[in-house]
Structures are given as C-alpha cells and as structure tokens.
C-alpha cells in the first residue's frame, strides 16, 4: 500500500524553539534629562548636580561604548542610568557633607565629587574606611559611597563588593539593601538577589504604613523586582501574586500622579511576558495593549525618553500574533518596531542595537510560514551579525541571543537542504545553551532541551539514528521534569518532543513504540487545545495524521479513517486564516484519505479526494509562484 510521509516535511516551525526575546522595561528615575535631539549626543541637565560633576556625567554617558562594562541594557536604560545618576550624585554629595562637618577626608572627598574626579574621590574614601573601619555605621555609609562611586562610573560589577559590605554592616538599611539587590540581580544571582528583596519589601512595608505616599512606590517597585527574579527562576504563581500587586499599587498611583506611569507600564509588560510564556494570549495581549496606549501618550511628550518602550511594546505583541494566524498584524507591527529602532540605533547604537537584532529575529521568524526564505534569511543574518557583535564584549547578555538566531537560522537551512550549515549552527547553539545551564539551570535548561530536539530532526533527516534517539531522549528527560513544575509553559514542548520522537520510532519500524508516543502526544495537545483552540488545534491535526498513518500501516482501517477524517475536518477550517499552511495540509491529508479509501475499493470516495487534493495543491503553486514574482 502507498503512503504519503510528506507531514513532518512541509512544516518549518514545529521543531523549532526560541530563547524569549522579550525585553523587560524599568521605569524612570526622579530626576529627568533634558534631549535636545533623537538623533544626536544625549545631553543631561539635572537640579542639584554640579556643573563639572555634570559635564563628567555626560562625558561618561557619550563614551559609555568603550567605558561601559555591566549586564545587558535594555533600550530604555541608558535615559534610566542617567536619572539614577543625579539620584546618587544628589544623596551622595549630602553624605559627604554631613560627615565633612567633623571629617577632613569627607571634606576633600566631596569637593572632588563636585569637580567630577570621581577616583580621586574615590582614594580619599578609601583612606577614610582604613581610619573608621571600626565605627559600624560610618563604615556602612562609607561603602555605600564608595559603591555609588562605581556606579556612577556605570561600573556595577565594581560596586557589588561595597553594596554588599554595607549590607553587611547595616542590613536594616533600605537605601543600603535595595542597592545591593539590584546589583545581585544584574549579576544574575538570582537566589541572594531574591532573599535581600524579600527582606527590603518588608521594610517598605512597614515603612509605607506610615508614609503611604512616600513609600508605596518603592513597595510597588520591589514588588515587581521581585517577580522579576521568579520569573526568571520559573517560580510563575509567586511571580504573577507579586505582579498583580504592584500593578494595583500602581494603578492607584497614576490616578493621583501620572509620574507613576511609566511604573503600571513596566508592570503590565512584564506581566504580559509571564502570560505569554504560560500561553494566556488573550491576558497577555490585553496587558501589552494597555502598555502600548501608556507608553504611545508619554512618548509624544518625551519621544527620546519613551520612544524605545514604544518599540519594545510592539516587538512583544506581535510576538503573540503568529500564535493565532494574525501575522499580517504581526508584521505591521514588528516593521513599525523596526523603523523605530534602526532610527535609535544610528543616534545611539550601543543602547539600541540589542533591540534592532530582537525585531529583525522576530520579524524573519514570521516570513518561513508564507515562503519569504530570502527575507528571513538577510534578516537573521543582520541580527546574528548584530548579536555576535555585542556578545564578544558582553557574552554573559548576549549569548543566549546568539543561540536564538543560530537556531532559527540553522532551521531555515534544513528546511533549505543547507545540512552542513544547520548541523553546524545548531551545534554552536546547543553548546552555548549548556554553558549557560550550568549557572542558572532553571533560566536555560529549557532552551537545551529545544535546541537538542532540532538537531535529532536534523540527524533524523540525515540516517544519524542513533544519535538522533539519544538528543530526543535528552530532551524528552529535561521537558519531563521542566512540565512537572510548570505545565502551562513546558507541555507543548513536551508534546512536540514526542511527536518527533515517534517519527524516529516510525523510520526505524518501531511503530508499537511510535504509536505510544503519538497517542500521548495527542492527548496532551487535546487537553491544551481545550483552553486554547486557536494555538493548540493545529498540532492535535499534526498528529492525528501521524498516528493514523501507523493504524494504516498496521491494517487498523477504520481507527485511520477516523483519525484522518477528524484533522482533515480540524484543518479545514485552519485554513481558512492561513492559506499557504493550513491549506496544504488539507491536501496531504485528503491524499491520505485518498489512498485509504483506494486500499478499501471505495474508489468514488478516493478519485474525489485525489481530484480535491491536486486542485489545493494547483492553486497554492500559482499562488506561490505570483507571491515570488518580481514586482514593478
């Protein structure tokens, strides 16, 4: 008996995963710059700030591509560094001058402070801890100094060992705690980051019964570090709790004072993030929505300061677009996203580049699906070049988005026969996955696991069996345990591993094997698609036509009709979103049906379903070709 094989062949995204590309935003300091041009040098002019500490301040920000050493800036952080600049400068310069009244040392250090000389400074506080490290609270405030020194140097690394020394002396202290947290949190110690923000929240807490309109900020905002940290560690229920109640600290806020936002913003994309990847699309595209509408209306105020929030806020809501077939609306709104930052980039690449490479890695990932290889490819090509670029001086931030492209890229060229090119690409991507597992696990060990399922495809299509079974079996290990934990973000990959693996089982004739992973497969996805039809009905199709191929080769007539009869009326109605997908699956399945009903002399059934089949397949060629026509 003939059977078509072609399912797995024609469907470019199904093996694929994707580090998250979302990019999380952080609201605004007190104290706002003044820009006098987009697209020309940052210039800063803060109350309180001397002049030629200033003009330090401007010099440091305009050469930060060669000074700057720190964890990966989003596009928005380099207007945020510089309102936290005068902040610190401001309580900084009052330190000193309370300790001058009785201090020499304090005296001469503060007078350099105010002439910019932020090393020598920096000696005299040091000579001053070597005198009073005995006196505790004059020792905690004179590490604190010497790490504000730091960071407004934008040295973070460098001020961590002071914060936490600090710390250390005075841990009662929020100012203290606070600054030692978010450094913890840029270096990605996640656990020690997360015990000093549960700690400063407390503290603001009481602090707040009593201030409300003081410190209700700072609760709300260490609320959403917070959530932050859990949801970078896969903790998403303790993540969401502490979202939601910033959010609603902040939705009160900004109904008294629109200065808080940019706070509710930030906490509305950040909360969409944690739906997205818990695929609540329908919460997550409302929450982005109503970042965008905030984010749009401040920007038209302050585009230099705004405009980047805008970008990163389309970048993440079409990113939910291709999950329900709205890619039209996905690609208008990556393009405008694109324009935007291609203009920020020439005025300030170094803080926008990162965003350029996310949108021309998102936008390429959209073309594959309509047959737009050429596209996709220049793009992933500029954002892995981009990528790449950034990771050589800051590899612990850019890595994981260097993996990314390599994978999409790499799926391209399998799709495209490029074998040795994907293997290769792949490869790179899977060893820097596990590198970075092996610091932050929880962060990374999904992405090995995605990155492992793409190359056993590729070894799959390539007759590398036997190393194919072993990276299923790796991935099929990891997701496993990662669905255990967290079901909502980790069953879908899980079902796709095993639909991959049975079709290794089906190449090896193994079809006991196949079948049972197909069937567990298909339960999975109809239990996801219950909740979200729109996301999950496709893959219920997928692999209802792949396991009714086992029950025709196993001579389990009847069970393959019903299997092929119910995707073929699933995809039916696919395909009236999306043509070139959906549609053409129609066909392969209708050949399927096709020869069944030939092998059960139902030959009327058959010539009807071979005659509708080859006129699906007409059209999406005229289609196709018109689509890759030259146009006037």
């Known amino acids: 008996m003939m059977r078509l094989w072609l399912w797995s062949l024609i469907v470019i995204g199904l093996c694929t995963y994707s580090f998250a590309e979302q990019i999380k935003q952080e609201t605004a300091g007190p104290c706002s710059p003044a820009i006098a041009d987009i697209k020309g040098n940052v210039t800063i002019n803060c109350q309180g700030v001397d002049p030629k500490a200033l003009r330090r301040l401007n010099e440091l920000l305009n050469q930060k591509d060669k000074e700057l050493v720190e964890k990966r800036r989003t596009n928005e952080e380099k207007i945020k560094e510089a309102n936290e600049w005068a902040v610190r400068y401001r309580d900084l310069k009052i330190r000193l001058e309370e300790l001058g009244e009785t201090n020499q040392l304090a005296q001469e250090a503060d007078l350099l402070l105010r002439q910019g000389a932020f090393d020598k400074a920096g000696a005299k506080l040091d000579q001053l801890l070597e005198k009073e490290e005995a006196q505790v609270d004059k020792v905690a405030a004179h590490y604190f100094n010497r790490g504000q020194l730091f960071d407004l140097q934008f040295l973070p690394h460098k001020a961590l060992p002071y914060y936490e020394k600090a710390y250390r002396y ?15 949190h840029k270096q990605n110690q996640f656990t020690e980051a997360s015990i000093v923000y549960q700690n400063n929240l407390q503290a603001y807490r009481e602090l707040a019964k009593g201030n409300p309109d003081a410190y209700l900020p700072y609760v709300a905002k260490t609320l959403n570090y917070l959530a932050n940290v859990y949801s970078e560690t896969q903790r998403l229920t303790e993540a969401e709790r502490f979202y939601t109640e910033a959010l609603g600290i902040y939705r009160e806020l900004a109904k008294a004072n629109p200065a808080h936002l940019p706070g509710l913003a930030e906490t509305l994309n950040d909360l969409a993030i944690l739906f997205s990847n818990t695929q609540r699309l329908t919460e997550a595209e409302q929450a982005y929505t109503d970042a965008l509408v905030i984010m749009r209306e401040l920007a038209k105020g302050n585009p230099a300061a705004y405009l980047p929030f805008v970008a990163n806020t389309l970048n993440n809501l079409a990113s939910l677009y291709p999950r329900t077939s709205r890619r039209t609306e996905a690609e208008r709104f990556y393009k405008e996203a694109l324009e935007i930052y291609r203009e920020l980039a020439k005025a300030n690449p170094t803080a926008h580049l990162p965003g350029l490479a996310a949108t021309l890695n998102n936008l390429a990932s ?14 992933y090509t500029e954002a892995l070049g981009i990528r790449r670029k950034l990771a050589r001086d800051n590899p612990a931030a850019y890595l994981p988005d260097v993996a990314d492209t390599l994978n999409n890229l790499a799926t391209l060229y399998a799709y495209n026969k490029r074998l040795d090119e994907a293997d290769r690409a792949y490869t790179e991507a899977l060893g820097i996955g596990r590198e970075l597992a092996k610091a932050h696990p929880a962060a ?18 390539t007759q590398r069996l036997t190393e194919a079974e072993r990276f299923y079996t790796e991935a099929l290990g990891i997701f496993r345990e990662l669905a255990k934990a967290n079901p909502a973000a980790h069953l879908p990959e899980l079902a796709l591993t095993l639909d991959n693996f049975a079709s290794l089982y089906v190449q090896t004739q193994r079809l006991t094997e196949g079948e049972r992973a197909y069937t567990e497969a298909l339960g999975i996805r109809r239990e996801l698609a219950k909740a979200n039809p729109a996301v999950y009905l496709s893959g219920v199709a997928q692999t209802l036509n792949s396991l009714a191929d086992i029950y025709a080769q196993t001579k389990r007539l009847t069970e393959a009709e019903e299997a092929y009869t119910e995707a073929l009326a699933i995809l039916r109605k696919l395909a009236k979103d999306n043509f070139f997908i959906h549609l053409i699956r129609v066909a392969l399945t209708l050949l399927n049906l096709a020869s069944l009903y030939v092998d059960t002399e139902r030959l009327q059934e058959g010539e009807r379903a071979y ?18 026509l030259p146009k006037n």
């Open 170 to 184: 005075r841990s009662d202290n929020v100012s203290y705690s606070h600054a030692y947290a978010v450094a913890l």
């Open 611 to 628: 005659t509708e089949a080859l006129g699906i397949f007409g059209e999406a060629a005229k289609a196709y070709t018109s689509a890759r």
């Open 366 to 379: 959209l073309y594959p699906d309509t047959r737009r290889m050429d596209e996709a490819e220049r793009f």
């Open 444 to 461: 990374y060990l999904p992405h090995v696991a995605g990155t492992l399922n793409n190359l056993a495809s590729l070894y799959t299509k």
